[in-house]
């Protein structure tokens, strides 16, 4: 079975543009997470989402927002980029929302904004 | 909200011997302990887990424990090899909170042939 798949895998933007970072859970897994990941610090959650509903949101400013699909695969978007935001983007899919199952990751997408 | 420390940040061991990475978090809420390895340009991967209602819990060479009394948890990786060596990040999970993980800060494990 494929594992969580993340695309593009790598990215470069300019400041003031806007981005969209793509993920694919597991199969079977209704659970989708975003985290980032600055360099040399550990992962920072950003959303959780489950059966297409918003059920967590970290501490990110508005220009930072997501989805899910009836697929269950999510996208997040940041918009008017910042160089603060290069960052290593992880997706984590888990069986099940809000309770305590495990979360696998995806290999990231790394965004690099100059 | 909850806060997740770890220790060491770094640590060098030779080969063969035994790695110990230390983690203390804040809410007493946290009923989830994930360890995950990371190695260059890839995705954090599971290794081992551990809740809140068990003490222990091993899996051939790498060990977790959780003192909820005290609020830390520990990893332990026995008879090291040069594959073990990665970035590795405890993190804690509150369940009313959803899924949502909060990690340490990592520590990054060189193993010496």
């Known amino acids: 079975d494929a594992g969580v798949t993340q695309s593009p895998t790598h990215l470069i933007k300019t400041r003031g543009q806007q981005v969209t970072l793509r993920c694919s859970p597991i199969s079977g897994h209704k659970s989708v997470s975003w985290y980032q990941q600055v360099l040399g610090q550990g992962p920072q959650f950003i959303f959780q989402y489950y059966e297409k509903e918003e059920r967590g949101r970290g501490n990110f400013p508005d220009r930072f927002s997501a989805r899910q699909f009836p697929n269950y695969s999510s996208e997040l978007n940041v918009n008017a980029l910042l160089l603060g935001d290069s960052a290593l983007y992880l997706c984590?899919?888990?069986?099940?929302?809000?309770?305590?199952?495990?979360?696998?990751f995806g290999q990231g997408t790394r965004l690099t904004v100059v | 909200g909850e806060n997740v420390e770890q220790h060491p940040s770094t640590l060098s061991v030779q080969e063969g011997d035994s790695a110990v990475i230390k983690c203390t978090y804040s809410d007493s809420a946290s009923n989830y302990f994930p360890w995950y390895k990371q190695e260059l340009g890839k995705g954090p991967q599971l290794i081992i887990d551990i809740r809140s209602n068990v003490g222990e819990k091993k899996d051939q060479r790498i060990a977790v424990t959780l003192n909820k009394t005290a609020k830390h948890f520990s990893l332990h990786i026995t008879e090291t090899q040069p594959e073990d060596s990665a970035v590795y990040f405890c993190?804690?999970?509150?369940?009313?909170?959803?899924?949502?993980?909060?990690f340490g800060g990592g520590t990054r494990v060189l193993v010496k042939p």
């Open positions: 984590a899919s888990s069986r099940a929302g809000g309770r305590n199952t495990e979360a696998f």
């Open positions: 993190a804690a999970l509150i369940k009313a909170a959803g899924n949502k993980l909060t």
